[in-house]
């Protein structure tokens, strides 16, 4: 039973544009949220967190969107960039940190 | 500018042997945790520990044991190693359970 479901494996997106990458749970007892990006061969790294209280979180190029009615999460990179392209996981903390499965997303020169 | 360090990077066993994988941070971090993350899922939680002295189970501790040697080191057990448990571990760790986590490169095992 995926708590926390990120239904796009992978996403492509042309340097410049917007990348938008989503993430679903069912849990509604989640605290805060929050995503990592992970290049190969190495960890995960955190990029960016929201409070369940809140609705909206920015850090420069990062924002993420919290839609707590929906149970639904997204992170927004504006504009892309190359060095973008990993795997982005969502993940959820109550108690433990829940993770998705990850979106490859691949940025085009 | 180590972080979380995991040693081996690498290994590969044999069905039944035993193994420890080592994870020590520098950033004087009070929780560790251990988790796998097999092909298409995202990572797993094995155990935990909150703080020096604390050991939890997380969601997928069956075949592993653990040990918060102190405050800056935390291992990994398999006492008798299965195919299943192939996939690539990752410690992390964070200043408190609710602070977002810092995590070491991984460790990739192949159990055959």
């Known amino acids: 039973d995926q708590q926390v479901k990120q239904n796009s494996p992978s996403l492509s997106v042309q340097e410049g544009r917007i990348s938008i990458l989503n993430c679903d749970y069912t849990?509604?007892?989640?605290?805060?949220f929050l995503w990592y990006k992970k290049y190969p061969a190495e960890g995960p790294t955190f990029l960016i967190s929201i409070s369940s209280i809140k609705d909206k979180n920015e850090d420069g190029r990062f924002t993420v969107f919290l839609n707590k009615s929906a149970k639904h999460l997204s992170l927004h990179i504006v504009p892309s960039q190359p060095g973008d392209s990993a795997v982005y996981f969502c993940a959820a903390f109550r108690r433990q940190l829940t993770f998705g499965s990850g979106t490859q997303l691949t940025v085009l020169p | 500018n180590a972080g979380v360090t995991q040693t081996p990077k690498f290994q590969v066993l044999k069905t039944g042997q035993s193994m420890t994988l080592q994870c020590a941070q520098d950033m004087n971090h009070n929780s560790m945790y251990w988790y796998r993350q097999d092909p298409g899922m995202g990572l797993r939680l094995i155990y935990y520990?909150?703080?020096?002295?604390?050991?939890d189970k997380g969601e997928v501790p069956n075949g592993y044991n653990v040990s918060r040697l102190n405050k800056r080191e935390f291992s990994l057990r398999l006492e008798s190693a299965a195919p299943s448990q192939t996939s690539v571990y990752f410690c992390a760790s964070s200043e408190a359970r609710t602070q977002p986590q810092h995590f070491g490169d991984g460790t990739r095992l192949s159990i055959l």
């Open positions: 849990n509604s007892m989640f605290d805060y």
């Open positions: 520990s909150a703080s020096e002295g604390t050991t």
